[in-house]
Structures are given as structure tokens and as C-alpha cells.
């Protein structure tokens, strides 16, 4: 769905929608993150060994693999929002050429996916990042929605958050003036 769409699946704008992804790329860190910390009861032998060679080195794999596709989804975010590939590379102390290279391609994937939802999540059916980035496209207020809810569990004395701290903070399209520009 693009910018154009007035349907009422797509009331939001685009860079509202790559919000929401960084925002669900940093719940999925987070939560991947958190299940690392506890040690588990059966995770080390009395001599201190680990039980299970490689279970840890396989969750900081993940970690790092979830870490990627939140900083891809940052990048995204700030293109579709109107950054340039100069600030871009000057905020990751790179050239705009290679700010260019790291991002181009998730940047067009996620055009792409706001384009045809539909058609993308089920030509990717294996690849389980791109059905749900096309159900996000498809679906920004439910997935908002269950941010929300993540949040609201999650909140430890942050003040001024509110009840809707995902979905109370995204930008709906005006329909009578184009709002995005996609250099």
C-alpha cells in the first residue's frame, strides 16, 4: 500500500509504518535478549561446564541476527521519514555511498511490502521476517496494538508513557495533501 491509498487498511502513512516495524524489531530484541540472562537450573555441570556446548553461542547468534534487522529497520525508518543517505552516513560516521549500499535493499523490501502486502507475504511464505512485515503493511493497528500490550507489561516505572505508548503515537495519512516524499 502506498502513500496514494485510502482504503481502511492502510490509514497510515509510510514512515508511521516503518516505525511500527523498528518498534516490533526492538520488542523481538528485547525479548531474545531478556530470555538470555536467567541461568537455567540444568545449564551447567557442578565442575561449571556447560550442559549443552554451543546452546549459549546459538541465542548470541540470534541476538546479533535480531540486532541487524532492528538497525536495517532504524535506517528504514529514518529514509522513509526523510533523511538522505548523507545524514545517514554522517550519523553512522560512514560515506552516503555506503550508508547507500548497507540500507538500499531493505529500504526497496519494505516499498515493495507496502506496495503489494499481499502478494509478498505469500510469495515468501518460507521467509517468516517477510510474512510478518507484510502483515504489519497489512495490519499497522493490530500489530500497534499488541506493542501496546508488550510495553504496558514491560513498563518498570517509566512515567508518562500512557495506555497506547505504539499506536497512540502514529501518523495517520491525510488523504488531501502528499505527505511522504520517496528519493
Wanted: proline share 5%; charged share 25%; with cysteine.
Amino acid at each position: 500500500m502506498t502513500e496514494g491509498d485510502t482504503g481502511a487498511t492502510a490509514p497510515y502513512t509510510d514512515a508511521a509504518r516503518a516505525r511500527l516495524v523498528m518498534a516490533y524489531e526492538a520488542c523481538e530484541l528485547a525479548e531474545l535478549a531478556r530470555a538470555t540472562v536467567p541461568i537455567g537450573e540444568h545449564e551447567l555441570n557442578p565442575d561449571g561446564t556447560t550442559c549443552s556446548p554451543g546452546a549459549v553461542l546459538a541465542d548470541a547468534a540470534r541476538v546479533l541476527a535480531a540486532a541487524q534487522r532492528f538497525f536495517e529497520a532504524a535506517a528504514v525508518f529514518e529514509r522513509m521519514g526523510g533523511a538522505d543517505w548523507q545524514l545517514i552516513g554522517d550519523v553512522l560516521n560512514v560515506s552516503p555511498q555506503t550508508a547507500r549500499v548497507r540500507f538500499a535493499m531493505a529500504e526497496a523490501g519494505f516499498r515493495e511490502e507496502l506496495r503489494s502486502p499481499e502478494r509478498t507475504g505469500t510469495a515468501r511464505a518460507a521467509d517468516e521476517v517477510s510474512w510478518l512485515r507484510a502483515y504489519m503493511a497489512r495490519e499497522p493497528l493490530e500489530v500497534a496494538l499488541d506493542l501496546d500490550d508488550w510495553v504496558l507489561r514491560h513498563e518498570d516505572g517509566d512515567s508518562g508513557i500512557g495506555t497506547a505508548p505504539v499506536s497512540g503515537g502514529l501518523v495517520r495519512k491525510n488523504p488531501r495533501r502528499r505527505t511522504e516524499k520517496h528519493s
